[in-house]
């Protein structure tokens, strides 16, 4: 089972930045994805950034030219550098990981890390 370690999360002004990182426990085999979601209180989880095994990236249109997706694939890690962060930035940030096992779609999630950015 692999496991997924979020940090990096904390308190920032508005206009400022932070990096998060995710650790996996282990490489994970024929990975498709890893990513980072977000959700706020009384909101969906939804998809902020993508980075695909082929190394392609995707942006949630609100976070387009402010978020940066990366990895580090000798590492296991994936970061996500925030700058710019806005008010309704603040949510707990999941790292997510999708694999495909033997035709079967495996979904891997950290257990979340909370950035507040203050007005």
């Known amino acids: 089972q692999v496991q997924l370690v979020e940090s990096g999360g904390g308190l920032v002004q508005a206009g400022g930045s932070l990096r998060l990182s995710c650790a996996a426990s282990?490489?994970?085999?024929?990975?498709?994805?890893m990513d980072w979601y977000r959700q706020a209180p009384g909101n969906q989880r939804e998809l902020v950034a993508e980075?695909?095994?082929?190394?392609?990236?995707n942006y949630a249109d609100s976070v387009k030219g402010r978020f940066t997706i990366s990895r580090d694939s000798a590492k296991n890690t994936v970061h996500l550098l925030m700058n710019s962060l806005k008010p309704e930035d603040t949510a707990v940030y999941y790292c997510?990981?999708?694999?495909?096992?033997?035709?079967?779609?495996?979904?891997?999630w950290g257990q979340g890390t909370q950035v507040t950015v203050s007005s």
């Open positions: 282990r490489r994970i085999f024929s990975l498709n994805s």
């Open positions: 997510h990981a999708s694999a495909t096992v033997m035709t079967t779609r495996v979904n891997y």
């Open positions: 980075i695909t095994s082929g190394g392609s990236t």
